[in-house]
C-alpha cells in the first residue's frame, strides 16, 4: 500500500477548546471583579492577586521539575487558581497568608492527586477551608470600604460583613441594596461585588466555557429555600443573593471542569445540593456563609452522582 492508514485512539472529534484557551477565557471573565476589589479597597489588592498567581505558578512548576513531570504552567490553570484564591480572602490579609494557601491549592488539593483534571475537591477553595480553620482571625477581618475611595494602606477601618450582620438580627444595619450589589460593602476581594461577577458569569456562559444550568440552579436554590425557611421574606432573599461568595460561587468554581459532573442532570444535582447546604450553613449553622463548605461537600459526591447519572447509550432499548 501506498498509503498508510494512521489509527489513533479516542476520541476523534477534535475541537476549537484547549485548556489554555479555556482559562484564559476564565482569567478574562475574573478581571472585572479585580478592578472592582481595587476600586473599594486599593492598590494592596492587586498587589495580593499577582502574589497569589506567582506563587501558585511557582510552586506548580517546582512540583512538576522536582518530580520530572510535563510543565504544564503553560495551561494557566495555576493562574486561575491563584487569582481565585486572592479573591477568597479578605482585602488585607497578610502575604503569609497567600504563600501557605497557593501551597495547599496547587501542592495538596491538586498536585499530590496528579496534576489538572485529577484532583477531586476545587483547589483554591481547599485553601480557603484550610485558612479558615488555620488562620480564622486573619481570615474574618474583614476592612470595610471608604465609599469608594481608594485605599492604599494596609491598615484599614474592620468591620461586620452583611451576612454576620443579617446572622446577628441586625437588620437596620445593613447597607443599601445598591451597594451590596456594586461591591461597596466589607468582605473578601473578588465576592463584594455581584455587579463585576454576572458580567464575568455572563461573558463565559457567551464564550461556551460554562452552561447555565449550575450557576442559575444554585442560585435559584439558595433564593427559593432562603425565602422559605426564613419567613417568605422576598427582599432578605434576594439581598443574600449579592453577599458572601454566592456569585464567584455559582459562576467561577461551582462550575470548574474536573470537581463538577459530567451530564447536565448531574450538574442540577449537584448545583441544587451545593444551594440547600449553603441555605442550611447561613441560616442554622454557627458560620455566617456556606458556600465554599457547600461546594466542597458536593465535590466529594460527584463520584455517587457520575455513578447513577449516566448519559443513555447508543441503542439502549427502553
Not at 496547587?106 to 479558615?132: D, E, H, M
Request: aromatic share 12%.
Amino acid at each position: 500500500m501506498e498509503k498508510m492508514l494512521m489509527v489513533s485512539s479516542s476520541p476523534h472529534v477534535k475541537a476549537e477548546h484547549t485548556t489554555r484557551k479555556i482559562m484564559l477565557d476564565v482569567v478574562i471573565a475574573l478581571m472585572p471583579a479585580l478592578i472592582a476589589g481595587i476600586y473599594f479597597f486599593g492598590v494592596y489588592v492587586l498587589f495580593l492577586t499577582v502574589v497569589s498567581v506567582g506563587c501558585c505558578v511557582g510552586f506548580e512548576w517546582i512540583w512538576e521539575k522536582v518530580f520530572k513531570r510535563t510543565i504544564t504552567i503553560g495551561d494557566l490553570s495555576a493562574v486561575v487558581t491563584g487569582v481565585l484564591l486572592a479573591y477568597n480572602v479578605p482585602a488585607r490579609a497578610p502575604v503569609y497568608i497567600i504563600v501557605i494557601g497557593a501551597f495547599v491549592s496547587i501542592i495538596l488539593a491538586k498536585q499530590v492527586f496528579g496534576g489538572i483534571g485529577q484532583n477531586f475537591i476545587n483547589p483554591a477553595l481547599a485553601a480557603r477551608a484550610f485558612l479558615l480553620a488555620g488562620y480564622s482571625t486573619d481570615m474574618r477581618s474583614f476592612p470595610v470600604p471608604e465609599q469608594g475611595r481608594l485605599l492604599s494602606s494596609v491598615d484599614a477601618v474592620t468591620g461586620a460583613t452583611p451576612l454576620e450582620l443579617m446572622k446577628n438580627g441586625a437588620l437596620d444595619q445593613l447597607p443599601s441594596l445598591t451597594d451590596a450589589f456594586l461591591g461597596n460593602i466589607g468582605g473578601c476581594i473578588g465576592e463584594v461585588s455581584a455587579l463585576a461577577l454576572l458580567i464575568g458569569g455572563i461573558y463565559l456562559i457567551i464564550r461556551k466555557v460554562i452552561t447555565w444550568h449550575i450557576p442559575v440552579c444554585y442560585i435559584g436554590s439558595i433564593f427559593v429555600l432562603t425565602t422559605l425557611l426564613n419567613g417568605f421574606d422576598f427582599y432578605q432573599s434576594f439581598y443574600s443573593l449579592f453577599l458572601g461568595g454566592v456569585m464567584l460561587g455559582g459562576f467561577f468554581m461551582a462550575t470548574d471542569y474536573t470537581t463538577t459532573p459530567m451530564t447536565i442532570k448531574g450538574q442540577i444535582i449537584f448545583a441544587l445540593g451545593a444551594g440547600m447546604i449553603t441555605t442550611l450553613i447561613r441560616l442554622f449553622g454557627g458560620y455566617p456563609e456556606g458556600v465554599s463548605y457547600s461546594i466542597l461537600i458536593m465535590n466529594l459526591v460527584v463520584p455517587l452522582i457520575d455513578k447513577y447519572v449516566k448519559v443513555r447509550r447508543f441503542g439502549e432499548v427502553v
